[in-house]
């Protein structure tokens, strides 16, 4: 009796002292919501005042999806956004915009606010991330904003068979560990190139880094031609930009009044523009990423 | 020599059905994206034919089995492929064009370019459980071990082709390999009849000439 009442006492102390411990070890990151998806197990988490959407994977490197700063919402937390938002600079207001990949959000939130008459289009694959992205990251369907649950590829096919057109499309359908195959290929990007009117500008969120890169860009370029690309200064991805029209340049052009406006999101753009290089890095004997080849998980 | 044949010819079936059913899931991809309910579609229509091959297998197994029968399976599989190398971007396109909800659409297309291939590929085992069993007493045992094979067989090819043919080959290529694994079966099983054919003949000649 004497032996169990001793066992019990100090399994009570293993915990609480194991409770004190992991308490300490995430006192600063706070999990507020987790959703099990079909796709996935999506967690939101709060630090310090910047709540992120977080896809979980066993890595020990978490990739976050989206993130806000609570304390000033307009405040850019995310580089790469920071720098797609540049593409205001080829048409400051698109009339029909495509995003491939919500995430929370963000982007359509803001383009919104600055080109109000804009129609936005987001298409996401995990009806939980859309409802997530309203819940906790002020994303908000109304007239002009609108999301559809779908496979990129699907939506982006469908909507070249009724015809539509858009101004600008965003790709951002990358999580940072896994990378739908079907949307890197040259096939794909034709049909986004088709889809885009006249001098329509494409906008990539993709990463800097491994074998990858190679295909990658070399995929872009066979499509497009030429390349404006974005390096996020202090993160490992980049935004590539790229238009349907002849002689591409994503120039400083910005007018004053927007200038004025971005940099209510913590926008320099100035500063930004110098990230920005046509500088062909990659080594352009690189394979072609297409239908029939696209092992893009593997050649990470 | 004969039961090798069988074995090895049961392991390579399994093989090329997974490899097949793996690129399933690339062909549909531009068209209907690799959402969950996609791979519904194709387990549901290779379940589905395999069930149907099965079935008909063992039915067509019943009647005087022979080597050259179990060949013909080969020749018509290999060539029941031969459609998806060629039609298939036409077809889904069609399918595509016709049906707007990709969970349907997805499962149309597997059917048409998937189902007829991987029935003649399901065929394949009972039949050779009918070619290797003698006695009624040894044909759960007969047919364990082929299950093991065959099966054997599909795990090599779905971590084949998911690790390393997508990286050395583009699509079509592998649906040619797949191709061409089915008709070299339906060779060496004509090449085994016919040799064991003439050593039976040759063994009843000489058996007549001593007499």
Redesign the interface.
Known sequence: MRTSKKVITSLVLCAAAQLFTSNLAFAKLVEVHKERS??RNIVITENKGIRCMQFETRRKKVSNQACINLKQPEQLVFEYVQGTLLGLAHNPTPKRVLILGLGGGTLANVIHQISPTSEIVSVD?DPAVVKLAKEYFDYQENQQIKSEI?????FV??AL?QKQQFDWIILDAFNGDYI???LM?Q??LTECKRLLSANGLLAANTFSTSDLYDHESVTYQKVFNQLDIFKAPTKGNRVIFACNCDNFSLTNNLSPQLNNQLSRYGLDSNLLFESITDMVDWDVTARVL????S?AN??K | MQKLIVILLAFSAGFSIMSFELLGG?ML????????YVWGSIITVFMLALSLGYLTGGKLSVKQPSLTKFASIFVVAALAILPSIFYSEQLFELV??WI?D?RYGSLVAATLVFLLPSVVMGMISPYSVRLLTVSTQSSGQTAGFLYFISTLGSAIGTIMTS?YL??W????QILWFIFAILASCAVLAFATFTLTNKTTSQLTNNAVVSE
Not at chain 1, 150 to 154: F, L, N, P
């Open positions: 079909i796709y694959i779908k496979d990129a590829r699907v096919k469908r068979l739908p195959e079907h290929t096939e794909f297409t239908d029939e080849y092992p593997l050649l | 690339r991809a531009p068209y209907f994206g690799s959402s969950v595509f064009a707007e990709p690790f997508v990286l080959m583009e699509v079509s």
